[in-house]
């Protein structure tokens, strides 16, 4: 059992440079928390303070009960790969994966066979002679990923570990990383800022933004229910639209249309309004749209149609998904919004003031 | 008319040997020239015996070489000359580019500041260690004195061992900025995340240095080897400053008795065999190292 705690971590680099503030985290046994957000918002230096590649100005890291915080990174028995993996260049294969175990002195024959376990798992077999220069950028991954599974660590520590691939064979190793880590039953901290690895992978996602958890919640709940606009805005791809909008009588005013807030939102003069563009769609013929509008521009993903909408008579412009079959009227296009898929959102604040999302 | 790829090939091939001609016409002029020159020359006798005639003699030049006790005793000088200083060189520069390397206040001004000695002019600073070494008036002496290690003032250029002493402690001073520099470059190619991936594998500091320090920057160590073996072997500036090759002989150097021999004796002949030979030594101790450089070229980046 090793679950790891991060309690009030914080890094002060000078009086204005905090990129972690006060972060408070728990990783269960087998649990996959993934640490994402804009570069910049202090998840990578989080990753560090929990390796101990870097020292917190305050808070604790604690692995399974034990006070790690001022232990050296190689005595947390913790295993990390690195986003540039930091293959030794001057060793084979075999010697990058047995480094960890050669410094802990395991025996040689140990060190034989765990090397072959791994190798086999991640078909490094016919390259354990070969050096890293001479391997192409999926295979380093691997290796990467062989050295700290070799090591059968407590913690595995993620670094962007997929961001040095092309588009295809990231999408191949996500698979991959799901498939060994799941078998692990360890606790795994996974930083990226892509929102598609951190859906499909974790079990967890923390959303970071200057230096604090914006959201702490399983991926789909990340999705259904962003806790404020800045979590909304950065997860979903095509991004959600943000409405600002004036209130009146418990109704929103998008130009001459209005949308009924709910009432557990109560009565405010301002409100922001955000909305999937894949949960707005064409009025059907005998429908009311909640609004009328200009098509501004299609894109065509071939799956589906991206099409920027101004709402008639004002300047504010929404982007919906439209499925490739259905037609509209260039000029005078009707859009309904589901009220149940809307967000409502503190308009100072930016957070969330509803929870009524099906 | 059309031309074939070959008849093309052909005629940028001659294209390139044109363009090549002039580099390689110079090329003959200042190496193979003097190189094959005296090689010819070595197989004359041409001295004041034979009134500066040169008369074609064979391998008798060579055959003299191998009895004559000054030249192997001034190589012999000349080795353990260059084995002290290049060891203290490159143990004192390695330590002195590990400092360099670590990020402190006025980092830039200091490696500005440390590669003085390497900037001044051989002859110059010679001038200066001598008076360091003289026996009545220098600093060495007096310090020595002050500190109550000795009673009495040491000559230190006066006598053999510790002429020797003389010399490669004015050669360290002057060459290991060089390294520390070299080996700078070597260090800062290293990315840092294979120390910190080194450290979560669980290495101390010493092990990095041993596994990922020593092997990364192997190449730039034996680019110094070469580079000073080359220079350190055919000594003569400093040697000649600080101690004309004396006391007795005592650091002559081969670079010193070829001088004297073709200089002050006027012995042609022997001269340039003493230079063959020399050259030969040189030449494969170049080539040792040149091998085993391209044997220890890593790629750093991994691309």
Known sequence: ?358 | MPMTPDTRRQRESRTGWILMTPALMILALVFAYPILRAFWLSTFTQNLGTQLNAEFSGLTNYARLIGDSRFWQSLWNTSLFTAFSISLELLIGLVFALILNQTFRGRGLVRTVALIPWALPTAVMGLAWAWIFNDQFGVVNDLLIRLGFIQERITWLGEPTRAMLALICADVWKTTPFIAILLLAGLQSIPGDLYEAHAIDGASPWQSFRHITLPLIAPQILIALLFRFAQSFGIFDLVQVMTGGGPAGATETVSIYIYATVRRYLDFGYGAALVVVTFLILIVAVLLTAGLLSKTRVNLTGD
């Open chain 1, 1 to 358: 059992m090793a679950r790891l705690e991060l309690q009030h971590l914080r890094k002060q680099f000078a009086p204005h440079v905090i990129p972690v503030k006060d972060i408070s985290l728990t990783v269960e046994d087998g649990e996959f928390l993934t640490l994402l957000g804009p570069s910049g918002c202090g998840k990578s230096t989080l990753l560090r303070l929990v390796a101990g590649l870097d020292q917190p100005t305050h808070g604790q890291v604690i692995v399974g009960g034990t006070d790690l915080t001022f232990q050296p990174p190689g005595d947390r028995n913790m295993a990390m790969v690195f986003q540039s993996y930091a293959l030794y260049p001057h060793m084979t294969v075999a010697e990058n994966i047995s480094a960890s175990l050669k410094i802990r002195k395991v025996a040689a024959s140990e060190i034989q066979q765990r090397i072959g376990v791994v190798s086999e798992k991640l078909g490094l077999n016919h390259l354990l002679d070969r050096k890293p220069g001479k391997l192409s950028g999926g295979q380093r991954q691997r290796v990467a990923l062989a050295r700290a599974l070799v090591r059968n660590p407590e913690v595995f520590l993620l670094d962007e570990p997929l961001s040095n691939l092309d588009a295809l064979l990231r999408e191949q190793v996500r698979e991959e990383l799901k498939q060994i880590f799941n078998a692990q039953n360890k606790p795994v901290v996974y930083v990226t800022h892509d929102q598609t690895e951190a859906m499909t992978l974790s079990s967890k996602v923390a959303v970071l933004l200057d230096g604090m958890v914006q959201q702490l919640d399983p991926p789909s709940r990340i999705y259904t229910h962003p806790a404020n606009r800045f979590v909304a805005g950065f997860v979903g791809s095509p991004q959600m639209n943000f409405l600002e909008l004036n209130c009146e009588n418990s109704m929103a005013r998008v130009g001459a249309f209005s949308i009924p807030v709910p009432t557990e939102v109560g009565e405010r003069s301002q409100i922001d309004l955000g909305i999937r563009p894949e949960d707005l769609r064409l009025a059907q013929a005998d429908e009311t749209p909640t609004f009328r509008g200009r098509v501004t521009l299609v894109e065509n993903f071939g799956r589906e149609q991206l099409v920027t909408v101004q709402v008639a008579a004002t300047t504010t412009k929404i982007r919906m998904v439209i499925p490739p079959d259905q037609e509209w009227d260039e000029q005078d296009i009707a859009v309904v919004l589901e009220p149940a898929k809307i967000h409502w959102f503190d308009s100072k604040t930016g957070d969330r003031v509803t929870s009524s999302v099906a």
